[in-house]
């Protein structure tokens, strides 16, 4: 039987095992989608406890805790932090099988060294020694960055956000590049005309520009996009249900504005006609300074009517949704794609159901202008994991190709996360080492090491364009 969490983990034949030590395991990380917050960046936070690091902003864990039999209390309420820990200890044991418990695992030995299991008995220790080396300079939250080979990091940010921390992380001359990402949810969001205007007057603050029509608006939020540019943003991000593709006019869209801003409430229909404008107004602009745009498709948020009131969004209340996502994503990819400005796109799904369907759609649309144009996404959220990975893996590969991929990113709030890369690389490897040794791929290590590699950090590099005079240090490469 074979040891838990050894060097050889998720690697089942020589030839994984090569794959992963020899050309995947130092290859450098691009993180281009997360949910650090850059102000913990900028101040480079040292955190008081393993709870702190650990805990706080986790709703994956906190999911767990809750269907466990934990109190709220423990997870978002007062309880202390050596408490909040004790009891996800005592939640560890009961996650076998689910992603958490080699996460938990991956992160004590990659961070701390510590190769025990967690449970209830061994949790005051482990509390400590972690809490204690989270007190020295090591594990601030920069070093924690570097410990990882992170080489880039794309937060995501609201076009409000004054970016003030990325300027500042900027200023220190922090080696470690951290861009914003573009996320106007907010501004498409008119289900609640109130939360609507309110945000309105956040714009109005940022831009100093007064907002009574929607050319207003949009000129207001083309000042932010512009803004953004000037920080170094190049990638658009967006957090929705569906695609809105509904036909309009310019007339139906200030009318539907003038509506919404003088207070009233819209209907279904007038709500997807102005997120449907506002989608293309966005794409737009991205095509035009050549970014990268970003679409996070079937997350059904905010279910649980009564805790979202305390402890709110984004505590863990989500849930995978069957929106129909076909026929709008065509529409909107084929929109931008007869005016020739579909920029470079990335899309997601949380819906498994829907693997085959993205796989198929990112080749409808790429022309050939660049390798990989229209990418299928890492598999996200609850498919991040051994199941979702290889299922995500295996579809792009059957209807598309796999070595074109750009890869795995963390999309985390925590500094502890990045062991979810190698968790990744070693499924990659697993499926190649596989298939070599069934020859089903040829025994061509360099090459298929060489396509690794480029999945793990190259494409990325590439696709986005972050990093052009970095070359991996210490790697095996290989030429073509």
Not at 97 to 103: G, I, K, M
Not at 349 to 365: Q, R, S, V
Request: aromatic share 12%; proline share 4%.
């Amino acid at each position: 039987m074979k040891q838990f969490l050894d060097e050889n983990f998720l690697l089942k034949t020589k030839t994984a095992q090569r794959l992963y030590h020899e050309y995947a395991k130092d290859m450098p990380i691009i993180d281009y989608h997360c949910h650090l917050p850059p102000q913990q960046i900028a101040e480079d936070t040292q955190f008081k406890s393993l709870s702190e690091v650990w805990l706080y902003g986790d709703h994956y864990k906190w999911r767990a805790m809750r269907t466990n039999g934990a109190d709220e209390s423990y997870c978002t309420g007062n309880r202390s932090d050596w408490e909040k820990f004790q009891k996800w200890a005592e939640t560890v044991p009961y996650t076998l099988r689910n992603p958490l418990y080699h996460w938990t695992h991956l992160e004590l030995q990659r961070y701390f060294g510590i190769h025990n299991i967690l449970n209830a008995d061994t949790a005051r220790k482990i509390y400590e020694d972690c809490t204690a080396k989270l007190q020295t300079k090591e594990f601030s939250v920069r070093n924690l960055l570097r410990r990882m080979n992170v080489k880039l990091v794309c937060t995501t940010d609201d076009p409000v956000d004054s970016l003030e921390y990325h300027r500042k992380i900027k200023d220190d001359e922090f080696e470690v590049p951290i861009l914003p990402a573009f996320r106007p949810d907010n501004a498409m969001n008119v289900s609640d005309p109130e939360k609507f205007l309110v945000y309105i007057k956040k714009l109005e603050t940022v831009t100093n520009i007064a907002i009574s029509s929607f050319d207003d608006f949009l000129y207001a939020l083309q000042n932010r996009h512009d803004f953004f540019a000037s920080m170094g943003c190049s990638v658009s991000d967006h957090g929705l249900e569906e695609i809105y593709a509904d036909d309009f006019t310019g007339s139906e869209v200030d009318a539907i504005f003038n509506k919404i801003h003088g207070g009233k409430s819209l209907s279904d229909s007038e709500q997807r006609k102005f997120r449907s404008a506002m989608l293309i107004h966005f794409a737009e602009w991205d095509w035009e300074k050549g970014w990268v745009q970003q679409f996070h498709l079937g997350a059904m948020r905010n279910n649980n009517s009564r805790m979202m009131q305390t402890p709110g969004p984004d505590t863990g209340w989500d849930s995978i949704g069957d929106f129909s996502q076909a026929r709008a994503l065509a529409r909107f990819l084929d929109k931008l794609d007869s005016n020739n400005k579909l920029a470079k796109t990335i899309f997601y799904n949380l819906n498994p159901a829907d693997n085959e369907l993205m796989a198929t759609m990112a080749g409808n649309f790429n022309d050939g202008s660049v390798a990989g144009k229209i990418q299928w996404g890492a598999a996200w959220w609850f498919l991040d994991q051994k199941d979702g990975m290889t299922k995500q893996v295996n579809a792009l590969s059957n209807m598309g190709l796999l070595s074109r991929f750009i890869g795995m990113l963390t999309d985390s709030r925590s500094f502890l996360s990045y062991p979810r890369h190698e968790y990744f690389r070693r499924i990659l490897c697993d499926l190649f080492g596989d298939e070599m040794e069934n020859g089903e791929l040829p025994n061509d290590i360099n090459w298929i090491g060489k396509v690794i590699q480029d999945i793990c950090f190259n494409n990325a590099k590439n696709y986005f364009n972050w990093l052009p005079d970095q070359k991996p240090a210490g790697i095996k490469t290989v030429n073509a």
